[in-house]
Nanobody, 121 residues
Framework: QVQLVESGGGLVQAGGSLRLSCAAS????????MGWFRQAPGKEREFVAA????????YYGDTVKGRFTISGDNAKNTVYLQMNSLKPEDTAVYYC??????????????WGQGTQVTVSS
């Protein structure tokens, strides 16, 4: 089992920045991919970004490329999502997720409870 706890959400004006954190505990392994997803009201869940613990490779959804940065601290078992140049359309509940393996796509096995990000215009 892997437990994921997100933090760092909140209210920010358009153009501002936020940093989300996801602390992982339990059976975490080096061969794990950590991802961020988001879901806005009435919309499907959307892939935001992912990072591979083993090689540090990162992947981004098209809507956040160039604005968001995912990073990880192995010693703390924590993944971060730095969000810059935020737009009102970034408003959503952001979820941290984890899966075993090396690919960012596929089924994620573990999910956090989510943290709300609201961007005002």
């Amino acid at each position: 089992q892997v437990q994921l706890v997100e933090s760092g959400g909140g209210l920010v004006q358009a153009g501002g920045s936020l940093r989300l954190s996801c602390a992982a505990s339990g059976r975490t392994f080096s061969s794990t991919v950590m991802g961020w997803f988001r879901q806005a009201p009435g919309k499907e869940r959307e892939f935001v970004a992912a990072i591979s613990w083993s090689g540090g490779s990162t992947y981004y959804g098209d809507t956040v490329k160039g604005r968001f940065t995912i990073s990880g601290d192995n010693a703390k078992n924590t993944v971060y999502l730095q969000m810059n140049s935020l737009k009102p359309e970034d408003t959503a509940v952001y979820y941290c997720a984890a899966k075993y393996g090396s690919t960012w796509w596929g089924t994620y096995d573990y999910w956090g409870q989510g943290t709300q990000v609201t961007v005002s215009s």
